[in-house]
C-alpha cells in the first residue's frame, strides 16, 4: 500500500496541510481549524488519531491567523472540492454560519469545535467550556491576591465566541472574589497594545489576565519589556512551550490549559457517526474542563501530553 507524504504550503494567507494516509477511495472529512498556533496543532494530533482508528481521508486546512473569516470560507470550498462528505469547523466569525446552513441544507454534517457562533451549533460542538475556565482563573486570581486588589483583563478581540466567554467568566470570577477590574481593554496579540493600554495604571494593577496563547504571549511580552515580569500576578490561557517556560521561570503565575487533542479527536468521530448515520437527531454538545496550571503541577501536563487523547 503506497503512501502519500504529509505536505504543507502557503496558499493565499491559508496553511495548508495533507495528512499521511494510505492511497484509496476512503470516505473524506474535512476539518477547519481558526489558526495556526501550538494549540491548533495538537487539535490536528488528536483529529489525525480519530481518522486512523476510523479508517477515513482527513483534510486538515484553515487560516495561518486568528480571525481568518474569508479565509476559512475558501477553505471550505476546497475542502468540498476534494469530496469531504462532513466537515468540522472552529468559526472565526459570523460569516460563517450562513455557508454552514447551506452546507447543512445540502446534506453535509457540519460540527463546529472549540467555539460556536452563540446560536445553535448544527450538529453539535466539541469545546472547552469557556465560561467556567474563565472563571476558574478569577477565582484563583482573587486567591492569589487575598481577595484585595486591581486587575487588567486584557481581551483577545470582539465576535469570537470562546474568548469572550473566557473573559466573561475571569470579570465575574475575579469580581466575585473581591477583585477590581481597573482596566478592561482589546489588545489581539499586540505587545505595544498590552503596553498602551497598562499605561500609568500599572504600577496601580496587581494581576493581569490573557485569554488564549497569542494574547498570553503579547502581554508575556510587554510586561518582560517594562521589566514587570513576574511583579504581577499574569494568569494566561493555553499551554505553549513559551508560556511553559514563562510559568517555569515565575514570569507567570498560572495557565488556563484545554484539551486540545481531545477537542480534535472527539469532533472527527462526532462527524464520522453524523457522515454514516445522517443528519438525525439532536445537537451533541461536548464541554471539555480546563485544567490549572502551575509551577506546582507542571509535570501533570507532560504526561497528559504524553498519553494522548482517550476515546469518547
Known amino acids: 500500500m503506497s503512501i502519500r507524504p504529509r505536505c504543507c504550503h502557503l496558499l ?4 495548508l496541510c495533507c495528512l499521511a494516509l494510505p492511497v484509496y477511495a476512503a470516505e473524506c472529512l474535512g476539518v477547519v481549524p481558526a489558526g495556526d498556533t501550538a494549540f491548533w496543532r495538537q487539535v490536528e494530533i488528536g483529529a489525525q488519531q480519530a481518522a486512523r482508528e476510523l479508517d477515513v481521508r482527513l483534510y486538515l486546512r484553515g487560516p ?3 480571525g481568518g473569516v474569508d479565509a476559512q470560507l475558501q477553505v471550505i470550498e476546497l475542502l468540498l472540492g476534494q469530496g469531504c462528505k462532513a466537515l ?11 455557508r454552514v446552513r447551506q452546507l447543512q441544507a445540502g ?12 446560536e445553535q451549533a448544527p450538529l453539535g460542538l466539541v469545546a472547552t467550556d469557556n465560561f467556567a475556565a474563565g472563571y476558574l482563573a478569577g477565582e484563583h486570581m482573587a486567591l492569589l491576591l487575598q481577595g484585595r486588589g486591581q486587575v487588567a483583563l486584557l481581551r483577545l478581540q470582539q465576535d469570537v465566541h470562546s474568548t469572550s466567554e473566557r473573559e466573561r467568566g475571569f470579570r465575574q470570577g475575579a469580581e466575585a472574589g473581591g477583585l477590581q477590574v481597573l482596566v478592561d481593554r482589546y489588545v489581539g496579540d499586540d505587545s505595544q497594545l498590552v503596553v498602551e493600554a497598562l499605561g500609568e495604571q500599572l504600577e496601580q494593577l496587581d494581576g493581569l489576565f490573557t485569554p488564549n496563547s497569542t494574547s498570553s504571549r503579547a502581554a508575556l511580552a510587554a510586561m518582560r519589556r517594562l521589566r514587570k515580569a513576574g511583579q504581577r500576578v ?4 493555553d499551554g505553549d512551550e513559551v508560556l511553559l517556560e514563562a510559568l517555569r521561570l515565575g514570569d507567570m503565575h498560572a495557565l488556563l490549559v484545554q484539551q486540545p487533542r481531545v477537542i480534535g479527536y472527539q469532533s472527527v468521530v462526532l462527524a464520522h457517526q453524523a457522515m454514516q448515520a445522517g443528519m438525525t437527531g439532536p445537537p451533541v454538545h461536548t464541554l471539555l474542563p480546563a485544567r490549572l496550571i502551575t509551577r506546582a503541577n507542571m509535570l501533570d501536563l507532560y ?3 504524553r498519553d494522548g487523547p482517550q476515546a469518547p
Open 107 to 118: 446534506g453535509i454534517p457540519t460540527l463546529y469545535m472549540d467555539r460556536s457562533l452563540g
Open 12 to 15: 493565499k494567507g491559508l496553511a
Open 88 to 98: 468540522v469547523i472552529a468559526p472565526a466569525g459570523e460569516a460563517i454560519a450562513p
Open 303 to 305: 504526561e497528559t501530553l
Open 64 to 66: 495561518l491567523r486568528e
Open 234 to 237: 499574569h494568569i494566561g490561557f
